[in-house]
């Protein structure tokens, strides 16, 4: 079957955040990670058939919802992971912050930078220290500036794998360069993996840091969620995949009072998601790696703006450096395009993110106004 990703949905008035923003201005936002497409019909209908039942008193997570899970991620991922070492959390953000406070020794955060803000805030919301480390200019881990943070006391590194803006995603010599440092320091990892089912490249698929470096799988907590891959940002819903018996009681008991008794439509929108999605999804990647090829032909024929090509995501990542821009989404809103800055990722001057989730023709409309912003600057 084929869904049609050209037929985008008319947000404007809706509660949508994206749409809000600009709501009365001509500006196309193309800004906060989500996409404007229908979800895929068998997760409307599940979500249909729950609200149908009428009533929504409490509810346990199903087991059916983490046995979908976990077949998800071996057919997918081709990761193992027994459905006991599952811990249900309201959302991915959330949990990683809930997951930092159940750290026994006290943390030290580090990040990759650019980094999506609120995995960043986690060292502000919980007033903990924190060393940042670099992103090389090709997307990888600069592992030598991870060294420096370690040396200044580092001790829990927080990644976003595939990487949320840039796009990119980490080979096995990156992940085994990390592995090491993690077994001789110690070090814990939270990886939030939300974007690991937005892999661009036809039949590519996202291969976790714990299922790759098994020796570190105890030091790991990762993150996941259908949130992203299949547009249910609205009904959050997310796990974690917590190998360590005695971190997963330590992030139970993080867990307890300060997280609301499951969703349960959320629910059954992932498990339906989980279980009826992945035809839809690979439709919607196809549609995705055509959007980037288009943006990146576009963006070509654009003097002074450089695209760096995603391996995953439907973020691209603009370096607009070369036309001397200090805040790039500011000069491009002037134009009609609702962009998310770079120092929203605390990169350097002359970024932005341009979310490509949406139909083309709402690209190629994007494309003239960055080219008409550039040509009047
Ligand atoms: C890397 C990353 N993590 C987490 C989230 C948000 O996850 P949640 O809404 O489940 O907290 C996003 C949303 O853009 C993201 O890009």
């Known amino acids: 079957m084929a869904w049609n990703f050209d037929q985008g949905v008319d947000r404007t008035q809706s509660d949508s955040i994206k749409w809000g923003r600009y709501r009365g201005r001509d500006v196309l936002p193309l800004w906060v990670a989500d996409m404007d497409f229908a979800v895929a019909p068998p997760i409307q209908q599940a979500i249909e058939a729950r609200a149908r039942h009428g009533v929504f008193g409490y509810a346990a997570v199903p087991p059916s919802l983490l046995e979908a899970a976990s ?12 459905t006991a070492h599952l811990v249900p959390l309201p959302a991915v953000i959330p949990g990683a912050n809930l997951a930092v406070r159940a750290l026994e020794l006290a943390p030290h955060l580090t990040w990759p930078t650019p980094v999506y803000d ?63 440092r993690v077994q001789v320091h110690g070090l814990t990892v939270i990886s939030d993996d939300i974007h690991g089912d937005l892999l661009l490249s036809p039949g590519a698929r996202h291969r ?3 299922q790759q470096c098994p020796e570190i799988a105890e030091r790991v907590i990762t993150l996941i969620s259908p949130g992203k891959a299949f547009n249910l940002a609205g009904l959050p819903f997310a796990l974690a995949v917590v190998p360590c018996h005695r971190l997963r009681r330590q992030l139970k008991t993080r867990l307890r009072g300060q997280t609301p008794a499951g969703n349960v439509v959320a629910m059954a929108a992932a498990e339906a998601a989980y279980r009826e999605g992945e035809p839809w999804l690979d439709s919607l990647l196809g549609y995705l790696h055509g959007n980037a090829q288009y943006l990146a032909e576009g963006i070509a024929a654009i003097p002074g703006v450089r695209m760096v090509m995603p391996e995953a995501t439907y973020l691209a990542w603009l370096d607009c450096r070369a036309l001397g821009w200090e805040k790039p ?34 690209l190629e409309a994007a494309l003239a106004r960055l080219a008409q912003a550039v040509a009047s600057a």
């Open 71 to 82: 077949e998800w991620l071996k057919r997918r991922w081709d990761w193992t992971v027994p």
């Open 118 to 180: 609120p995995l960043a805030q986690v060292a502000e919301n919980l007033s903990l220290p924190a060393t940042p480390f670099d992103i090389t200019e090709g997307g990888t881990w600069d592992l030598a500036s991870l060294d420096r943070a370690i040396a200044a006391g580092a001790n829990t590194v927080l990644l976003s794998n595939p990487h949320n803006p840039i796009g990119s995603r980490f080979d096995l010599a990156q992940y085994q360069g990390l592995a090491k």
């Open 208 to 210: 976790p840091l714990a």
């Open 329 to 362: 989404a500011q000069v491009l809103e002037a134009h009609g395009l609702g962009l998310s800055d770079g120092s929203e990722f605390r990169a350097e001057p002359g970024f932005a993110r341009l979310n490509f989730g949406c139909p083309r023709a709402t």
